[in-house]
């Protein structure tokens, strides 16, 4: 078994829509396409997950990587929905006299975009994955770790080829927590690590390489 969690590119965090890759995200995938393409590594199974981000990686992987590949689509693979969760209780969370009340008002009060929800949003994925914050229109932490879990189990490349699949960092983080046989805090905070564009590896005995970027010039390395 070898498997290749690949998370996307850059998104566009500083734009309306995130859900769309950067120029700089584009430069990303087609540098790991074309890293692979020297190497000659073998990918006898691609597989992404449904978001834009993840269907503009893959294709621009496979302009440099240079082989034809069938590319299935899997929702497993899936980011999770923490900032979902955190926008939903985000009015909740102002009105708290605690350490996340305290963030929620830094993040409404300085209105700095990414950089001041961030903090926030560190803090409310700790306690999702404790269960100790919920909303019912959100899949739980668990939820969505076992259905990674369940996936990653199944990506079988069949030969002596790699499966590869193109993700999100929640998603890396969590599959690599399942590997390591870590809870789920650990998760969220192996997510915070895995750079745009980085490459996780995962054999018959568990983890071989975790956030891998030398396939990407400094310039173009980037965890958001």
């Not at 690949?6 to 790991?32: I, M, P, W």
């Not at 069938?70 to 708290?96: I, K, N, P, Y």
């Amino acid at each position: 078994m070898r498997i290749a969690l690949v998370r996307h590119g850059q998104a566009s965090a500083h734009r309306d829509d995130y859900d769309q890759l950067s120029d700089k995200g584009f430069e990303q995938a087609r540098a790991l396409g074309l890293a692979w393409r020297n190497e000659g590594r073998v990918v006898s199974r691609l597989v992404r997950g449904p978001r834009r981000r993840h269907r503009e990686t893959t294709e621009a992987f496979l302009e440099t990587f240079g082989e034809a590949i069938e590319v299935e689509v899997d929702d497993a693979l899936d980011e999770h929905q923490g900032v979902v969760l955190t926008r939903l209780l985000f009015d909740d969370l102002v009105d708290r006299e605690d350490d996340l009340g305290s963030l929620a008002r830094d993040a409404r009060d300085l209105k700095g975009g990414i950089q001041s929800f961030l903090p926030l949003f560190r803090r409310v994925m700790r306690h999702w994955s404790h269960g100790e914050l919920d909303h019912p229109e959100v899949e739980s932490y668990r939820l969505f770790r076992g259905r990674v879990e369940q996936c990653v189990a199944g990506l079988n490349p069949g030969d002596d080829g790699w499966a590869v699949a193109i993700t999100s960092g929640g998603t890396v983080g969590a599959a690599v927590a399942g590997a390591l046989g870590l809870g789920d805090t650990h998760g969220v905070d192996l997510m915070f690590s895995v750079q745009n564009a980085s490459v996780s590896e995962l054999n018959a005995r568990g983890l071989f390489r975790f956030n891998c970027v030398g396939h990407l010039p400094p310039a173009l390395r980037t965890f958001i």
